[in-house]
């Protein structure tokens, strides 16, 4: 079974902070996802890897950084956190491979940020 | 980017009734699957559809997608209280850049 792992289930911050969640994948997938979940607006990609060192911006890049040091891990950075960066965090991982991209997720980090 | 529109957005019904919900798109996907998932967790991947017109089963459920890779249905029959959640559908495009997620049905059944 694919597993994907997140660093903390819940997480509580203050304003500038500098936060890091940090996800890892043990099925050797080429490709990794950070996304934010909120209500009423689903889930939002804000960065993406589909290689060692390699990043690209999602939809809502602005205020995180990523860093992919490993292939098996894939770092979300909020370099001042807001509290409007309080959300659900989901990291994801698929090979890549067309056409399914069948994505797997870990269970997700609440970040509230005060 | 395309977008996935989900319909209902909130469906809540009795135990041992029958349900589809929606998942329609004016743009042609590649594959599209289907999550659920929980309160409080990551969404569970439950099915990839690639083919216009696939029929997929997962015991209950039922998936479809449509004949021109635009749309997909999920059918349940006879819901329990173990299938409520939340259901997402998500549609990939072809390029690397991941999935384009709908806002998802939450689905309540009720005992």
């Known amino acids: 079974d694919v597993k994907v792992t997140q660093s903390s289930r819940y997480l509580v911050k203050r304003t500038g902070e500098k936060v890091f969640l940090e996800c890892v994948q043990d099925m050797d997938h080429e490709n990794m996802f950070w996304y934010r979940q909120d209500p009423g607006l689903g889930l939002r990609l804000i960065y993406f890897?589909?290689?060692?060192?390699?990043?690209e911006k999602g939809d809502i890049p602005e205020g995180y950084s990523v860093s992919r040091e490993k292939k098996e891990r894939f770092s979300l950075i909020l370099e001042s956190a807001s509290t409007n960066q309080t959300s659900m965090y989901l990291c994801?991982?698929?090979?890549?491979?067309?056409?399914?991209?069948?994505?797997?997720f870990g269970p997700g980090t609440r970040l509230t940020v005060t | 980017t395309q977008l996935l529109e989900q319909s209902p957005q909130f469906l809540s019904i009795q135990e041992g009734e029958n349900l589809t919900v929606y998942c329609n798109s004016s743009?042609?996907?590649?594959?599209l699957q289907w999550y659920r998932q929980e309160p409080g967790e990551g969404p569970v991947l439950l099915v990839t559809?690639?083919?216009?017109?696939e029929v997929k089963k997962l015991k209950r459920l039922t998936f479809q997608f449509g004949d021109a890779r635009k749309d997909s249905s999920l059918h349940i029959t006879a819901a329990q209280p173990g299938d409520t959640g939340l259901y997402l559908c998500?549609?990939?495009?072809?390029?690397?850049?991941?999935?384009?997620f709908g806002k998802g049905t939450h689905l309540i059944i009720q005992p």
């Open positions: 998500a549609g990939a495009e072809g390029g690397a850049d991941g999935l384009t």
């Open positions: 994801a991982s698929s090979h890549l491979v067309v056409p399914e991209y069948e994505q797997y």
């Open positions: 743009s042609v996907f590649s594959s």
């Open positions: 890897s589909y290689d060692v060192k390699m990043k």
């Open positions: 559809v690639v083919t216009g017109g």
